[in-house]
């Protein structure tokens, strides 16, 4: 049976507060409306980051087209070259093809995290061939000035094209950097932005447990799950502690490798919590006396702290309360 990390955090803050919690349902309009603010924004980011890439892609390919029809224009009006310079092109042309070949090779060969770096080189070297050698081609032909200008008239449209696109992206990318550093480090990405659509929570066969952490950042190659409060606090709250770590299980299920810790961010300050064996087994243990309790019909206050029950939004309907 699932157990989810919210009723975790509610367990591990007072067992009794997570069982009236099943029957009274308690809206904190504050914490709502911070969460859907945050996934709100997370969401609008990871629109516009969607948006950059597809600029990206068009920017190269308009800069690479508005080139090869630029050369072909200038071929066009060169006519035919000087038997060296033919012979220096076609080996430049085998250079780059040959270079083109290699990389191919290296594309399949290198692990996926290399794996781009040699695509981009792969299509420089083919690009850097097939302008070679289409300039060849067309220079074997007579000058024809009509076509030259035909040429550069449509490199000069492309070349406008790929420039608007950047500026769009450059517009593009610097609003999603100013949002983004709010909530992630310079180096890293939104993974995942949790919300209450069907389809988003994420479960752990292996833990027994369910949930949607506020949202998962991607740094390096560690996916590191983020729970924001809209409270004031000092220092990190032990039932917040479980709830993240419930979040760094979820998080090590989902994706294959555990996180070194998860974070927790207040209004004031945040903390990292690092994802340690003592916490997840307070996990799997919470999660068994919560089965056990359900079982049973009921859970008991399980702490003398005054202080909790009065911050305790079911204080009111609570037949163990301790604040009057
Ligand atoms: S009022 Fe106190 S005893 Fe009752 S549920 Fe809240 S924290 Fe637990």
Redesign the pocket.
Known sequence: MFVSAGDLEKYAF?P??WW?SRRHKIVEKQGIKHHKKVEKELSTIKEKEKKVRFYEKYILFFALAASIVAMVGVAFLYGKLEIFWEYFLVIIALLWLLNATFFLYRVSRVESILRARYEKLLLVSSMGAIIISTFLIISSNPPDEKWSRFAEILALIWVITANMLFYRYVVLSDEILSKKVKYVPLRGEIEYVGSNRKGEEITSEKYGIRGTPDYVIKIDDDYIPVEEKSADIKQPLFHHVIQITAYCMLVEDRYGVPPPYGIIKYKNAQFKIPYEKRWKDMVLEMREKMLRDMERGGAH?NHNNIK??RR?S??EK?P????S
């Open positions: 007072c009794l507060s009236l206050r909790k029950c305790c079911y204080r609570c163990e309360s301790m604040a």
